[in-house]
């Protein structure tokens, strides 16, 4: 079976790497972070939260910059604690996604127990029309904290409705028992990442753009994405990430700062690695 | 007719002033400003967007600060460019009150026309139920934008809410046909503010705080309401009011200062006025 680099027409064991900024929508602090990137070609990639206040910001860029790679970042949960969103679909036609405050649950977890699958099928079929009503044209589907990845059943929805629009979602050849019985869903024809490069709590502060090279120079022949969360460490998003350094604003600053350094272009250059973005994927799905 | 002031205890021809912060829970510049302002008593009483996204980091105020006089913004409208927000009741319950995109409309005018009472009902009901879901006693009910004032029609719904909770509501001895109309369908019962103090354009910046004290030392006996809208001059608050100045993040910050300048609490105190809350209004309409 021909792999992805060769339907692009790159040779047999390219290196091809998406570097891709999520949670655009969240906040102005994220927004104007984001743009930057995707302006200065640091990132090649976004996607963004649909029922978060900042969208019309990112649906604004993306009318002013028609070649901008967006995806929909779909979301179920709405994680922080001073700041909240809720659904796009009508509140009581999604009532098993909601927290007795009407907005989405914080974690996965209630997700996992409570959604059911039609109720998230609406709700993130509501998220998909929003965006494309307000001039967003989306490149991919992927989905905010890997929540429609948390059950099968949730995972089967996301499938399905990519289908339907004929858009790349995130799948990615994951170890563990999860993920084979996730990639079992999947079709032959649908893109599959073979590797995905995202920090945990575990990296060192003063290390990140170091383990990003290090990331780098590891990478495999194949298909990889390396996620990234760009912010300003700003009071905005101090505020909304308060309590939470994962994630953080300090932490998005860095993964700002690591994009933009010169190790990584430099680490990139040197280790042959071809940036693609999820637009030329599109058009493999379609 | 005995006056407030009297059913309050305070001599007749007492000059009472409520000083008002509008606007919290649309940004986190908004909150920060005015907790300050409430601890340190520069306003008097502050009222909550419930629709908007740090709702919460105003509840947990009102739940660390239980003798804070919070009353509820009701609000209709989502006025600004980039950032948005829509209902609290379902949207498919409320559609007159929504534009194309599921948002509220950014304007009076059409909410005006297009506006339902029963749904419009439905909205405040759906935003007081939540605020003191999430731990908000309201002390009182004003309207955002004024929009609950745009037609009889509306104002009716006000009034026929704010009796069933037996809160205080916005009404004022406005000149004009419009105000007369309106206060036709205020209860004998119900508190009427005699004056409001609010700025519009027309304001020089560099007198900002000038013309605050000259509106103090022009203050009529009888109950007054100065409004406010506090914020700070930042990123966050920029981005939100963007190609606005009135009401725009200097705006704000400057209304910031001026309630907390020595200027302001001098011409308070040489002007005998005697600052109220909603809280003490409350006690009269229950």
Redesign the interface.
């Known amino acids: 079976m021909q792999h992805i680099a060769e339907k692009l027409g790159y040779p047999p064991g390219s290196k091809l790497l998406i570097i891709h900024a999520d949670d655009l929508g969240v ?3 994220a927004d ?1 972070a984001t743009f930057q990137a995707l302006e200065e070609k640091d990132v090649t990639a976004a996607s963004v939260m649909v029922p ?6 990112v649906a ?1 860029f993306a009318k002013s910059h028609p070649g901008a790679d967006l995806g929909i970042h779909l979301t179920l949960t709405s994680e922080w ?5 809720g659904p ?6 999604v009532q098993s996604l909601l927290d ?3 907005y989405f649950y914080a974690d996965n977890g209630p997700v996992a127990v409570h959604a059911r699958p039609e109720e998230a099928e609406r709700e993130v079929r509501a998220q998909i029309e ?1 965006a494309m ?2 001039g967003i044209h989306p490149t991919h589907l992927d989905i905010h904290m890997g929540t429609l990845a948390a059950t099968p059943q949730l995972y089967s929805v996301l499938i399905k409705v990519a289908h339907e629009y004929h858009l790349p979602f995130m799948a990615v050849r994951l170890p563990g028992h999860l993920g084979e019985e996730m990639l079992k869903l999947v079709s032959p024809n649908d893109i599959v990442l073979d590797h995905l490069v995202m920090f945990d709590s575990h990296v060192p502060e003063n290390q990140w753009t170091a383990s990003y090279v290090k990331a780098i120079e590891s990478l495999q022949p194949g298909l990889s994405e390396m996620i990234v969360h760009l912010a ?1 460490d ?3 998003m101090q ?2 990430t308060t309590g939470h350094p994962d994630y953080g604003a300090a932490w998005r600053q860095r993964d700002f700062s690591a994009v933009r350094s010169a190790e990584i272009k430099q680490a990139l250059k040197q280790n042959h690695i071809i940036l693609v973005g999820w637009k030329q994927l599109d058009k493999l799905v379609r």
């Open positions: 906040a102005h602090s104007t978060c206040p900042w969208l019309t910001e604004d604690e001073t700041y909240r969103w796009v679909a009508p509140r009581d036609q007795p405050n009407g929003r009503a307000m300003h700003d009071s905005e505020a909304i």
